[in-house]
């Protein structure tokens, strides 16, 4: 295994609909071996469809606000940021993030 991703509901409390029509990614982790080969966009692309499949029609997920990588990564697979702001304890400190989202 070189990486996995979860998806289900959005956790967040601006999709209180009584059926979520906002799906999250939590988590989506690479094997550092095979960042930038594109096993990446893979898993995206596959998790994106799991929640087309799901009956979603937008996805969001939190990012660190000074991982530029990821962020740069969302962007080019067509995320943005939705102006979102808020605090995860990382680390043993408080870091920002910021939540993407993509229209599915």
Request: hydrophobic share 40%; charged share 25%.
């Amino acid at each position: 295994m070189v990486g996995f991703s979860i998806y289900g509901p959005s956790r967040d409390d601006d999709d209180d609909d009584a059926t979520p029509t906002t799906g999250e990614v939590p988590a989506i982790y690479l094997d550092p071996d095979v960042i930038g080969t594109g096993v990446g966009r893979e898993l995206l692309a596959e998790t994106i469809v799991a929640l087309r499949t799901a009956g979603f029609t937008r996805a969001s997920l939190w990012v660190l606000e000074g991982n530029g990588r990821a962020r740069h990564f969302y962007e080019k697979a067509g995320w943005a940021w939705d102006g979102s702001v808020d605090t995860h304890a990382f680390e043993g400190a408080t870091e920002p993030i910021v939540r993407y989202a993509i229209d599915l």
